[in-house]
């Protein structure tokens, strides 16, 4: 991906190395946390309706506080690349549809991270707060996707910000309020498919993202489209259950199959169209 060039975002929160605010005692919210995600997991809750309120994970943190490494401090000079491109792409989108596109924060943390939506652990792997309008992300995740995962490159690293900044488009469209409405109508496997539908939509919006960014500046170069669809079929659902080991990613357990994934970020790649998006239908 051509990115060295391209403008860096306002909207960073680079708290990596930070103690969590918030007041709750890492040891007693660490532990209700913990025991909330076991009595989600032992009734077969979806983890992520628990990320939608708590954060669990018993991992512990891989990263020493405070010390950020050069490699690492340009991974954060890259989110920040793709968080102003997608920031110029949706603003371009929502102003051609007569809207305004409200830009999410990014907080880059490490270890643990304090959210509108509850506490969460570098080990939950990224994630979108609806609440606060945030994307967290822990840079940590992107080792694992490249060595554990097996989806290297720069572009699948774009790829897994953009679908989280698909989780702020549809918040911004009022879809996750739609969503979320559903949820005391639905049964609770009713209700995942619901969720699937929500998860390939952000996966298509990635892809809306990826088109308009490459007409527009370029960021393209060969390899980079592969990189990305390989990293939607490693995190599939059901190679990400096949491995059921290392990195833990709850909002990843509801996204849909990794065929799935692939077809709607192609989906949204090749038109460049959210009318295109419209996974409720299908
Ligand atoms: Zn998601």
Not at 92 to 112: C, I, N
Not at 194 to 217: I, N, T
Request: net charge negative; with cysteine; proline share 4%.
């Amino acid at each position: 991906m051509r990115w060295q060039m391209g403008r860096r975002s306002g909207n960073v929160e680079d708290r990596r190395g930070m103690t969590p605010q918030g007041g709750r005692g890492l040891k007693g919210g660490g532990i209700a946390v913990l025991l909330l995600a076991l009595v989600g997991m032992y009734f077969g809750v979806d983890p992520a309706v628990i990320l939608n309120t708590f954060q669990g994970g018993d991992l512990p943190a891989r990263q020493e506080a405070g010390v950020s490494s050069p490699e690492e401090n340009k991974l954060a000079d890259f989110v920040s690349v793709v968080l102003a491109d997608t920031e110029d792409t949706w603003e371009t989108l929502f102003r051609q549809a007569g809207g305004t596109y409200e830009k999410p924060k990014l907080v880059l943390f490490s270890g643990a991270v304090q959210s509108a939506c509850g506490f969460a652990q570098a080990a939950t792997g990224p994630f979108y707060c609806p609440a606060d309008r945030k994307v967290y992300i822990d840079l940590g995740f992107y080792s694992e996707l490249k060595n554990k995962l097996q989806a290297p490159g720069d572009f699948a690293q774009a790829y897994v910000i953009a679908h989280e900044i698909g989780h702020h488009v549809q918040n911004l469209l009022g879809i996750s309020d739609q969503v979320q409405e559903l949820r005391a109508r639905l049964s609770q496997t009713e209700y995942n498919k619901v969720s699937v539908k929500l998860e390939l939509q952000a996966d298509c919006f990635a892809g809306v993202w990826a088109h308009h960014a490459d007409r527009v500046r370029n960021i393209l170069e060969p390899g980079d489209v592969e990189e990305a669809l390989n990293a939607a079929s490693m995190i599939g659902d059901d190679n990400l259950q096949k491995r059921a080991q290392g990195y833990v990613v709850p909002d990843s357990f509801t996204h849909g199959s990794s065929a799935q994934r692939v077809a709607w970020f192609q989906r949204g790649l090749k038109s460049g169209d959210i009318r295109n998006c419209n996974t409720f239908n299908n």
